[in-house]
């Protein structure tokens, strides 16, 4: 591998777009790339290990705010690998608790469709979607007009 690469090499090494660098420049999450004598951005193999990095932790649910702290951790002295993996149970913590959430949308959306239906045609009458309503009120209680299957 090159010693040094331009930002759009750089780029496409890494799997992201030109403004996706600069972006993380402006946010350090990369460090100050040096500058070439004609004045482009060159980056290092390391720098390309901490973009990879940054990517691999978005993928994995991370937020640049969370990723950050992790970038912080890999350089901070007496850091240890508990912390990491702490940041990381939260984060699957997380993700548990927002698949909990989306299980109850779709089972709301599932009772919507298996237990009403209702007439297209008188769907946005006086300007309500009945459909809508749905979500706030119990069944018995809309003004809805089932129709034959």
Same mark, same amino acid.
Not at 83 to 90: C, D, G, H, K, Q
Not at 120 to 125: A, D, G, L, S, V
């Given at each position: 591998?090159?010693?040094?690469?331009?930002?759009?090499?750089?780029? +496409?090494?890494?799997?992201?777009?030109?403004? &996706? !660098?600069?972006?993380?420049?402006?946010?350090?999450?990369?460090?100050?790339?040096?500058?070439?004598?004609?004045?482009? +951005?060159?980056?290092?193999?390391?720098?390309?290990?901490?973009?990879?990095?940054?990517?691999?932790?978005?993928?994995?649910?991370?937020?640049?705010?969370?990723?950050?702290?992790?970038?912080?951790?890999?350089?901070?002295?007496?850091?240890? +690998?508990?912390?990491?993996?702490? +940041?990381?149970?939260?984060?699957?913590?997380?993700?548990?608790?927002?698949?909990?959430?989306?299980?109850?949308?779709?089972?709301?959306?599932?009772?919507?469709?298996?237990?009403?239906?209702?007439d297209i045609r008188?769907?946005? &009458?006086?300007?309500?979607?009945?459909?809508?309503?749905? !979500?706030?009120?119990p069944c018995e209680?809309?003004?809805? &007009?089932p129709i034959a299957?």
């Amino acid at each position: 591998m090159l010693n040094s690469l331009k930002i759009g090499e750089f780029a +496409r090494l890494a799997g992201v777009n030109v403004q &996706t !660098v600069r972006y993380y420049e402006r946010q350090r999450l990369l460090p100050k790339p040096l500058r070439s004598p004609a004045g482009y +951005r060159v980056f290092s193999p390391d720098s390309l290990d901490r973009l990879q990095f940054i990517r691999r932790a978005k993928r994995a649910g991370f937020s640049l705010i969370e990723i950050r702290k992790l970038l912080s951790l890999r350089t901070t002295p007496g850091a240890t +690998r508990a912390e990491v993996r702490a +940041r990381a149970e939260a984060k699957v913590a997380d993700i548990d608790a927002k698949i909990n959430n989306l299980k109850a949308m779709r089972s709301t959306l599932q009772k919507l469709i298996a237990g009403c239906r209702w007439d297209i045609r008188r769907c946005w &009458t006086n300007h309500r979607c009945f459909p809508l309503e749905f !979500v706030a009120a119990p069944c018995e209680k809309r003004p809805l &007009t089932p129709i034959a299957n």
